[in-house]
């Protein structure tokens, strides 16, 4: 299988808890966006990565959330001291960009459901 | 800042007819992509069709194909003979062409249509 994977799929935490989500993008793409997900609504962009690079971080990002990407290859999204505002659905997905920005189509994974309770 | 509008919650076509779904957006900028998407209740989100702003001609894959009309700002889907399968949310999405300032190139996402197909 060549797509978007991510991990764990569903996710079931007490609040105050830390969780991590592990995202493995298609092979040869060199972005990687997180973007999150709440019922009724579009995805919402949080971060992205050009290789290991952060390049951009949306207000919705904040400074319980962390995202990381060790050698532009998987990316995990970390959420320190988790709330119950923070129950969504967390989606990676990555695209083959080239450096003027120029770039190709996003491609999804399935998503991580968190559920803070 | 750009924003997509998606008007329709919900719509719901009958097996083998046509639908459309509606979907206007808002840019100052001149060269873009728009994308139509499709969330089937599994969750994951599967690109149906998409059109670069440059590009006169209309899009089109097999029974999907849009009607983008630039001057006005719109961008609908067409679906035609349409199939049990295509049940789901749809999303349109605007994603800028360049590292213009602040996008580099992340999607902005519509609030969806939810379709049912009815049998």
């Known amino acids: 299988d060549t797509g978007v994977s991510q991990n764990p799929r569903h996710k079931i935490t007490k609040r105050g808890q830390n969780v991590t989500f592990r995202c493995d993008p298609i092979?040869?793409?060199?972005?990687l966006y997180w973007y999150r997900q709440t019922l009724g609504q579009g995805p919402e962009f949080l971060t992205y990565f050009q290789n290991e690079a952060q390049l951009e971080k949306s207000r919705l990002l904040s400074d319980r959330f962390s995202a990381e990407r060790p050698k532009g290859s998987f990316s995990t999204l970390e959420i320190q001291r988790t709330e119950q505002g923070d129950s969504a659905m967390y989606l990676c997905?990555?695209?083959?960009?080239?450096?003027?920005?120029?770039?190709?189509?996003?491609?999804f994974g399935e998503g991580s459901w968190l559920t803070v309770v | 800042a750009q924003t997509v509008t998606q008007s329709q919650p919900e719509m719901s076509v009958q097996e083998a007819e046509t639908v459309t779904l509606s979907c206007t957006y808002d840019t100052s900028e001149s060269d873009y992509y728009l994308f139509w998407y499709k969330q089937p209740p599994s969750r994951q989100m599967i690109l149906v069709i998409r059109?670069?702003?440059?590009?006169?001609q209309n899009a089109t894959e097999n029974r999907f194909s849009v009607n983008f009309q630039k001057a006005a700002k719109s961008f609908s889907l067409k679906i035609s003979d349409s199939q049990l399968g295509d049940a789901a949310m749809y999303f349109c999405?605007?994603?800028?062409?360049?590292?213009?300032?602040?996008?580099?190139?992340?999607?902005?996402f519509g609030k969806g249509t939810k379709l049912s197909v009815k049998p």
């Open positions: 092979s040869e793409h060199n972005r």
């Open positions: 059109q670069e702003a440059y590009k006169q």
């Open positions: 997905a990555s695209s083959l960009t080239l450096p003027t920005g120029a770039g190709n189509t996003i491609y």
């Open positions: 999405a605007y994603r800028s062409f360049m590292n213009y300032g602040g996008s580099q190139g992340n999607l902005i």
